[in-house]
């Protein structure tokens, strides 16, 4: 549903302009209803709602007692907030946010499939470098990519 890759640039406020045609498809899918929270690899996630609230669901329903659990927690359900854009389309993410993920001026806004990761440009452009550098034949091995193929 959601791909590609925009490079936008964050204002003094820490608001992102959401791409147009990437607000109308929000529009249309969730009411541009949005969370936004931390991932572990230290970016931002910003799910349509719908989307987020099964990911909780999930979250929840995990064992309370495993320390996995907490961390996940801690970070996905911790520092989610939920966010609509404003009427020049974008959206505010909040300073502990934008600490979590180290984002500065320049971010890539990055389509993912249900959702969007949002990372530091530079540290995006670096993570693009190691998926250049990524040995395929260990890809090929891995058990959970059985069957799959393009």
Request: glycine content about 6%.
């Amino acid at each position: 549903m959601f791909r590609g890759t925009h490079y936008l640039n964050l204002d003094v406020k820490g608001r992102l302009a959401i791409p147009a045609g990437q607000r109308t498809l929000l529009a249309e899918y969730c009411e541009s209803r949005l969370i936004v929270t931390a991932d572990p690899q230290r970016c931002l996630i910003v799910y349509p709602e719908p989307h987020f609230v099964e990911v909780e669901r999930k979250l929840s329903a995990m064992p309370a007692f495993a320390e996995a659990t907490r961390v996940l927690q801690r970070i996905i359900i911790g520092y989610a907030t939920s966010v609509q854009p404003d009427s020049q389309g974008r959206i505010l993410l909040a300073p502990s946010q934008r600490d979590f993920a180290g984002l500065n001026k320049q971010v890539a806004l990055v389509g993912v499939g249900n959702r969007y990761e949002l990372w530091d440009e530079a540290c995006w452009r670096e993570k693009l470098g190691e998926a250049e550098a990524f040995d395929l034949k260990s890809l090929a091995e891995d058990p959970a990519m059985a069957g799959f193929s393009l």
